[in-house]
């Protein structure tokens, strides 16, 4: 009876804290799209700990969160092993630590499909967001 008064009235009773948070997801997710990867740690780590009460933000939020995270630790595994092989170079006489290599590629390799399977998944969840009403 209440949702049928405040549908008659207009007033859209709760509706405007689920378009709040829709737009606060949707500013973090483009803040850290749009950002240098140097400077998204920080913008992850508050989207991360974020917690929307609106559904449809949430989905959205635990998408993206994971693809960038899992992009976040590629990136880092790569340089990591950029390094190793810059060393190596550098030192003819050296080689990189074939164990180290192995797991660092391994993990680079998982971080990549996990971000491949999360992004899509953010994509259509930041989407739906923007099909919620701003006011």
Do not use: F
């Amino acid at each position: 009876m209440a949702a049928l008064a405040c549908a008659a009235m207009g007033l859209g009773c709760g509706h405007g804290a689920d378009e709040r948070e829709s737009a606060a997801i949707l500013e973090q997710v483009d803040r850290l799209r749009l950002a240098d990867p140097a400077e998204r740690e920080p913008l992850l780590a508050s989207l991360e700990h974020t917690r929307p009460k609106n559904v449809v933000a949430d989905q959205a939020r635990q998408h993206c969160a994971a693809a960038y995270r899992a992009l976040l630790e590629n990136l880092q595994l790569t340089e990591r092993l950029k390094q190793a092989v810059r060393a190596a170079k550098a030192d003819a006489g050296s080689r990189p630590d074939d164990a180290a290599v192995s797991r660092d590629l391994d993990a680079a390799e998982k971080t990549l499909a996990t971000a491949n399977q999360e992004m899509p998944q953010c994509d259509q969840a930041m989407a739906a967001l923007r099909l919620v009403p701003q006011r």
